[in-house]
């Protein structure tokens, strides 16, 4: 390919991608790392991830370091192939998903992820769980897979502070993303970490709700639901 055609092409594949591309898609479309490496020395192309180049036109949000991490996994596959079937993917999980849902109020120190399969990397900056996710608990947050209720309680797994849990919680009520009973029973095995009874994934997201500082009336309701389906 000719270079004054390269940014044409590079330009249709990322404007799919938030304005980002992976060396080995480019290769794909006969863009040379020695050709992206003088798109960028003048320019117009900036290299923000591990195999990844945005364009430097490109509008950036809460999400530009997140999305090349995430692009990075699966280099040769556009994003767009990836989502056709999300819960086969990777998912974003933990703080990284919590970040991404805004809820809560939670440090980014790495890039968290849950795979069906599993993985090594010598990254430091990313971290693979393994879980495997039905089609149904899995939704796309800003182009990217993840999911609440998964989110809340990987940060229990991980031993994250309850309330800081219960603010995250809170916030995904107010934005009426979460479902409570679905938390309920991803909860249940983690319960005994909240004391008695153990295995009552109900009484779990009842002690979570008394902490998130709704009002009363709300919290009441909602544990109504929980406990009196």
């Known amino acids: 390919m000719k270079m004054k055609d390269s940014p044409i092409v590079l330009g249709e594949l990322s404007s799919a991608q938030w304005g980002l591309f992976t060396s080995a898609q480019a290769a794909e479309l006969g863009v040379s790392r020695l050709g992206l490496s003088r798109l960028a020395e003048v320019g117009l192309l900036e290299r923000v991830s591990h195999g990844v180049y945005r364009d430097s036109g490109a509008a950036t949000d809460k999400c530009e370091s997140l999305r090349p991490a995430w692009l990075s996994l699966e280099p040769s596959l556009e994003a767009g192939a990836r989502l056709v079937k999300p819960e086969r993917d990777v998912v974003v999980s933990g703080t990284s998903a919590a970040i991404l849902h805004g809820i809560g109020d939670l440090r980014e ?109 709300t919290i009441a309701s909602r544990i109504a639901d929980l406990m009196f389906p």
């Open 109 to 217: 120190d790495r890039f968290e992820f849950a795979t069906s399969n599993r993985r090594q990397t010598q990254r430091t900056e990313l971290h693979f769980t393994i879980r495997r996710l039905d089609r149904g608990q899995v939704t796309i947050r800003h182009g990217l897979p993840t999911t609440v209720e998964r989110t809340l309680s990987d940060l229990i797994a991980a031993r994250t502070d309850l309330t800081l849990v219960a603010e995250a919680l809170g916030d995904s009520m107010r934005q009426g993303s979460i479902n409570l009973s679905e938390l309920s029973r991803q909860l249940a095995p983690l319960a005994a970490r909240s004391g008695p009874p153990k295995n009552n994934g109900n009484a779990f997201v009842a002690r979570l709700l008394l902490l998130t500082g709704l009002d009363p009336a």
